[in-house]
């Protein structure tokens, strides 16, 4: 069983960052891949970033250069660093972790860029 935590997210004017995180806990389970996904009204999910067991980072177009997706594989923790955040970039955000039998999802994050 995987229980994932997030954090971060909320209200931000274009321009700005913001942190989100998202914690693994649980037991029996072995990681393949952890990310985040983003959900806007009126579109189709999209993965922002993930990342590998093996190391490799992937990202959505649309963020490269401005997100950076980092793991903590201590304590199964991914953080996504958000700059120069943009209204589009609006959503809600998932954490997701990818297992050899399952994909688990967090609860998702709002992020609100505006002002």
């Known amino acids: 069983q995987v229980e994932l935590v997030e954090s971060g997210g909320g209200l931000v004017q274009p321009g700005g960052s913001l942190r989100l995180s998202c914690r693994a806990s649980?037991?029996?389970?072995?990681?393949?891949?952890m990310g985040w996904s983003r959900h806007q009204s009126g579109k189709q999910s999209a993965i922002v970033a993930s990342t590998t067991i093996g190391g490799s980072t992937d990202y959505l177009d649309s963020v490269k250069g401005r997100f950076i997706l980092t793991r903590d594989e201590a304590t199964n923790t991914i953080t996504l660093q958000m700059n120069s955040l943009k209204p589009d970039d609006t959503a809600v955000y998932y954490c997701?972790?990818?297992?050899?039998?399952?994909?688990?999802w967090g609860q998702g994050t709002q992020v609100t860029v505006s002002g």
């Open positions: 649980g037991s029996g389970f072995s990681i393949r891949a």
């Open positions: 997701f972790l990818r297992s050899s039998v399952r994909t688990t």
